[in-house]
């Protein structure tokens, strides 16, 4: 998500660093990569699974990926999309620098471990959402 700054300015907030030990914002054994105004959870090589979940070691060839990851070899990767149909329900799809495309939840909503899309109520923040 975004945060307003004192300034007025938005900037992104790292969920990687703002999850505690009692509630990571990734899976086990998995790691957690900031994106703009959203973030993702990967499983690292030799591993699988959801990895908003649980990444567990797996080396044989009935081990697969998890929806919206896709096989890539040996690794489970975030699955590029094409437009807003190929992503989980509520999710946007996201195109980058370079062509690379991902899946996030939109301002306002937080990605649940089945990749889905919760609306956050920001009348309980503690602080003004960005924006208003």
């Known amino acids: 998500g975004f945060q307003r700054e004192d300034s007025g300015l ?55 990926c998890q929806p919206p990851y896709s096989q890539d070899g040996d690794n489970c990767v975030l699955a590029g999309c094409k437009n807003k149909g190929d992503c989980s329900e509520g999710a946007e799809c996201i195109t980058i620098a370079g062509g690379v495309s991902y899946c996030a939840c939109p301002s306002g909503f937080n990605v649940q471990p089945d990749g889905t899309c919760a609306d956050i109520d920001e009348c309980l923040a503690t602080s003004r959402p960005c924006g208003f």
Not at 22 to 31: D, L, M, R, T, Y
Not at 33 to 39: A, W
Request: hydrophobic share 20%; aromatic share 8%; glycine share 12%.
């Open 10 to 64: 938005c900037r992104d907030i790292d969920e990687c660093t703002q999850g505690s030990l009692a509630e990571p914002a990734c899976g086990s054994n998995a790691f957690c990569k900031n994106l703009p105004g959203s973030f993702d959870c990967e499983c690292p090589t030799g591993y699988n699974g959801n990895p908003f979940v649980k990444c567990t070691s797996c080396n044989g060839p009935d081990c697969g």
